[in-house]
Antibody, heavy 120, light 108 residues
Framework: QVQLVESGGGVVQSGRSLRLSCAASGFTFSSYPMHWVRQAPGKGLEWVAFISYDGSNQYYADSVKGRFTISRDNSKNTLYVQMNSLRAEDTAKYYC?????????????WGQGTVVSVSS | SYVLTQPPSVSVAPGQTATVTCGGNNIGSKTVHWYQQKPGQAPVLVVYDDNDRPSGIPERFSGSNSGNAATLTISSVEAGDEADYYCQVWHSISDSYVFGTGTKVTVL
C-alpha cells in the first residue's frame, strides 16, 4: 500500500545538525513533488519545505530558509531534510507528505511523523 | 506573508451541522484544501479543490470558497468527527504553502 515512513528524529543540542529521512513505498516516488510539514507540541501545522518531482526546485518557509535543505534520491525512493543550526523553536514532530498531482497542490498522503527535540 | 485565520473551536451536537471558516485576503481566488487531524495521528485530507472529496471521505464533508472566506461543512456530525481541522492554500506570490491556524471541533 501507499506509505511514507519518517526516521532520524531525536534529541539534539541547540546549534547542532540533524538529517531526517522519509522512505516512500507503494507508488512511483519519482513522479511526485514532496514536502516536509512540522507541528510543534500543542500547536498547529507549519509547512517547512517543498521539492519538485525531479529535485530541480525547492521552496522553504522563511523560518527555516538558509538552515534547512530538502533533497531526494529517486533511486532510493527517499526524501530528506538536512537541518542545521537547530534552535529550540524547531522542536516539533516532522511529517513528510506527498503532493498529489491532480489535486491542485493538496497533500494526499502523510507519514506518521518523527519527533525532533532541540535542547538549549 | 499570507495568513489564514480559523476560529479556535467549534462545538456541535451529534446529528447537527458543523461549520468551520477559514479567512484570508481574497481567498476566493485561491484553491483551498482541508485536513482532519485526530489526537496522536497524522493529518488526513478530507476536502481538496475547495469542494472535492478524496475517495473514502464521506459525503457529509463539503466545502465552499468565496470572497475572503472558505468554509468546511460537516453534516450529520458523528462522534468520530471530533478532531482538529486545518485549511491550506498555495500562495504563489511567495512560493509558499500556508496552513490555517486550526479549529478544534468538539462533538457535545
Amino acid at each position: 500500500q501507499v506509505q511514507l515512513v519518517e526516521s532520524g528524529g531525536g534529541v539534539v543540542q541547540s546549534g547542532r545538525s540533524l538529517r531526517l529521512s522519509c522512505a516512500a513505498s507503494g507508488f512511483t516516488f519519482s513522479s511526485y513533488p514532496m514536502h516536509w510539514v512540522r507541528q510543534a507540541p500543542g500547536k498547529g501545522l507549519e509547512w517547512v519545505a517543498f521539492i519538485s518531482y525531479d529535485g530541480s526546485n525547492q521552496y522553504y518557509a522563511d523560518s527555516v530558509k538558509g538552515r534547512f535543505t530538502i533533497s531526494r534520491d529517486n533511486s532510493k525512493n527517499t526524501l530528506y531534510v538536512q537541518m542545521n543550526s537547530l534552535r529550540a523553536e524547531d522542536t516539533a514532530k516532522y511529517y513528510c507528505a506527498r503532493e498529489e498531482l491532480h489535486m491542485n497542490r493538496a497533500f494526499d498522503i502523510w507519514g506518521q511523523g518523527t519527533v525532533v527535540s532541540v535542547s538549549s | 506573508s499570507y495568513v489564514l485565520t480559523q476560529p479556535p473551536s467549534v462545538s456541535v451536537a451529534p446529528g447537527q451541522t458543523a461549520t468551520v471558516t477559514c479567512g484570508g485576503n481574497n481567498i476566493g481566488s485561491k484553491t483551498v484544501h482541508w485536513y482532519q487531524q485526530k489526537p496522536g495521528q497524522a493529518p488526513v485530507l478530507v476536502v481538496y479543490d475547495d469542494n472535492d472529496r478524496p475517495s473514502g471521505i464521506p459525503e457529509r464533508f463539503s466545502g465552499s470558497n468565496s470572497g475572503n472566506a472558505a468554509t468546511l461543512t460537516i453534516s450529520s456530525v458523528e462522534a468520530g468527527d471530533e478532531a482538529d481541522y486545518y485549511c491550506q492554500v498555495w500562495h504563489s506570490i511567495s512560493d509558499s504553502y500556508v496552513f490555517g491556524t486550526g479549529t478544534k471541533v468538539t462533538v457535545l
